[in-house]
């Protein structure tokens, strides 16, 4: 008898499991661990960009770790980036890239990356992004008389930027430089009508002097051979016509080439892609889509779409449940780890 009270009390000892791991806290935007992350993202970008200007980084507005097995995790990040002043084909490094003001009209990037961190190595595995300049209005509130953008294949652009080159041609005795694209174009109305053009180049085959007799057998050097340039220029138009330009050549950069447009490369615009616009699009060398949490493999819908069929759940009960509840109160949640923090400035 003593024996079975014995195990019936036993019975009813409560039982005591290990409780379950916590899951590791979300990470932060500003997080040193998302900063690195952002880093190596922001270098694919730009290395894998095929016009217009390097971007930097501007502010972490999201980031998703989805873990996948021992020191494996799948990373999504969204970025803001701002266009800097070094064109892709430069060799300066992104961290001495200045990042152009609001007042010269400046060109915000939305990114969206998926990385994978394996052993501690992080590799981007897709990115989708898109860029577009500030709005002319905000410009003109904090610069009522700052010159605006224009579309690159603006009449008074292509003007500007053949004078340019047709300048510094008729000047040097070095190679013949042919243009590769317009980078970008601002125009001022007042107080004098001002042309300001960016745009990248080529060293050819021809010396200068050797082009005015044949240019058109002067072509590109060979991508072992290659040398970039870049050049400004600033153009009054009126009430009389000034010119002041300038060119400057990279050397041969080993491994760093440009992706030719299919046509005449003497013309500098991409017809397909530049005209009407003031801005070479990311999109048009970002464009994955499994780069969005929302688009990717990784989640299921059924982890998707959990949140909203839990509130509906909870709604649903709320509606039916007619017993009063004390009021308790609670402290306020910590403020969320994202988005980061901003680095330059908002658009």
Known sequence: MKALVAFILL????????APAA???????????????????VSYINGHSHHGYKFALNRIENIRVLPQGVNNDIIFLELDLLETTCHILSRTPLANCTVRSITEHAV???????????DGKL?????????????REDVLQLCPRCP?????????????????LNDHNSKTADAYLRLLEIGRANIQHYPVHTVYVEFAVAATNCSAEEAKDNVEACQLLPDDKSNFGFCKATMVMSPSQDLQAGCQLYGHQPGVTYSQPGQDTSAGLLPSVVQGFTNHNLRLSHNNPVASESSSSEFPTSVLSAKPVAKRAV??????????????????PPPPPCPGKIRHFKI
């Open 11 to 18: 019975v009813q000892l409560p039982i005591h499991r290990a």
């Open 23 to 41: 899951p590791p806290a979300p990470l932060g935007c500003d997080d040193p661990e998302s900063e690195a992350a952002a880093e190596v993202a």
């Open 108 to 118: 915000e990037g939305d990114c969206d990356v998926k990385l994978q961190k394996l």
């Open 123 to 135: 590799s981007v595995l897709a990115s989708k992004c898109h860029s577009h300049a500030d709005s």
């Open 148 to 164: 605006l953008l224009a579309s690159l294949n603006n009449t008074e652009v292509l003007a500007a930027v053949t004078a340019a």
């Open 315 to 332: 709604a649903e009960v709320a509606q039916h449940d007619k017993v009063a509840r004390p009021v308790s109160f609670v402290l306020p």
